[in-house]
């Protein structure tokens, strides 16, 4: 996490109430949940850092006006502030750490950064500039908020960009109403014949209906090294994101369809050939999953974690399992006529993948396949295996 620009670190800040409300899931992911409320005035000087959304008409000099959002927030200041906290939603941050004290009231935040709430912050910033000594002194304001303590950085992420995206309509319904799905739909079903169709709303929620951020997911783990390191060169080639970000996946997407569309984007022919590869891959990446989805092939392996059975069959195996095993395809996909194309040899044994994974799922995942599916060792494991089988196979040909 970087340093907050306001340069405190750690901050300290007083508090009114304070729960710990961590749950038994919480401990095993080692993070804490707390909850509480504070002094709008007292949140001021928190970090934005790792916040997707800065306050909005001090993010752009061109944009000094309210929106409608920022107007209600100040109305609800200026002619009601002892009902603040129960009319806005409040602020989430995030922290590496957090210590309290109970006696004083206060708790210091290590590496903190607001992840949703800019605006909120943003506008009683300007309330109180603008306010006296006397008027401030008289404010009953009160912010509710809550604090997720964590180390892991793909976590922030994630919950930084679900929670702004959620506030009113999600990334996906909007991206959908802007037809920016409508070339992955085409691509997956051309003309219908398949009877696939991509969620394109949040409200689309029929069982027959193919999720598009989770088969964004599977597109991304599929994503070959050498066309990430020419389309994301300053990002470290570590697919384990794409197990549980799914907002992030949705939202990169979304960023390689402007690029590609747009000629005058300084990144337009990189994430073009992003963009042109998940147009290629959708169906065979979508079947390749499906395939690996309902693999009977994991019967008798003794595997405690991540089956689920319908009789003596298995009905679904955990994408913890399943992720990491596509990122093993990943080697297989190379540029065919100007056309990405998954190219599987066929004398791959698909036996030797599961006893592969099941390596990885008895000696390196603690035999948890949520905990595989989150570590960047599951995925380098399964990738430097077909790695190997690749140049086994062009040796042969040479």
């Not at 595989?372 to 380098?380: C, D």
Request: net charge neutral; proline share 3%; aromatic share 10%.
């Amino acid at each position: 996490m970087t340093k907050n620009k306001h340069g405190k670190d750690p901050i300290v800040l007083p508090f009114l109430t304070l729960r710990n409300i961590s749950t038994i899931q919480d401990q095993e992911n080692n993070r804490k949940i707390y909850t509480g409320q504070i002094s709008a005035f007292s949140i001021l000087d928190l970090p934005s850092d790792e916040n997707v959304r800065e306050f909005l008409p001090e993010a752009s000099p061109k944009r000094r006006s309210y929106t409608q959002v920022h107007r209600e927030i100040l109305e609800t200041l200026e002619n009601n502030d002892a009902d603040f906290n129960v009319l806005n939603s409040g602020i989430t941050v995030v922290a590496k750490s957090l210590s309290i004290d109970d006696n004083k009231k206060e708790m210091k935040l290590v590496g903190s950064s607001i992840i949703n709430g800019s605006q909120t912050q943003g506008v009683i910033r300007d309330h109180y500039n603008n306010l006296s000594e006397d008027a401030r002194n008289e404010f009953k304001g009160i912010v509710k908020f809550e604090i997720i303590v964590t180390g892991d950085p793909n976590l922030i992420a994630e919950t930084s960009i679900s929670r702004n995206y959620q506030n009113a309509v999600r990334l996906l319904s909007i991206e959908g109403r802007r037809g920016q799905f409508d070339e992955l739909q085409n691509a997956l079903d051309p003309g219908g014949q398949r009877g696939l169709k991509l969620q394109k709303s949040e409200s689309d929620l029929s069982e027959d209906i193919i999720r598009t951020e989770k088969l964004l997911q599977i597109l991304v783990t599929l994503i070959p090294k050498e066309l990430w390191e020419r389309t994301k060169p300053k990002t470290h080639y570590n697919k384990a994101y794409a197990y549980s970000m799914k907002s992030k996946c949705l939202k990169e997407f979304a960023d390689a369809y402007e690029a590609a569309k747009n000629p005058e984007d300084s990144k337009h022919a990189e994430l073009k050939e992003l963009y042109q590869f998940y147009l290629d891959l959708v169906f065979d990446g979508y079947n390749l999953y499906q395939k690996w989805k309902h693999h009977q092939g994991f019967i008798g392996r003794n595997i405690r974690n991540g089956l689920k059975w319908e009789g003596r069959s298995i009905k679904e195996v955990s994408d913890g399992f399943v992720f990491p095993i596509l990122a093993a395809y990943s080697n297989f996909i190379t540029k065919v006529n100007d056309r990405w194309t998954l190219m599987i040899p066929s004398h791959l044994d698909e036996n030797d993948l599961i006893g592969f994974i099941h390596q990885v799922y008895s000696d390196l995942s603690r035999a948890n396949p949520q905990h595989m599916g989150k570590t960047e060792s599951s995925y380098v494991f399964m990738e430097s295996i077909t790695r190997m089988y690749r140049r086994a196979i062009q040796a042969e040909g040479s």
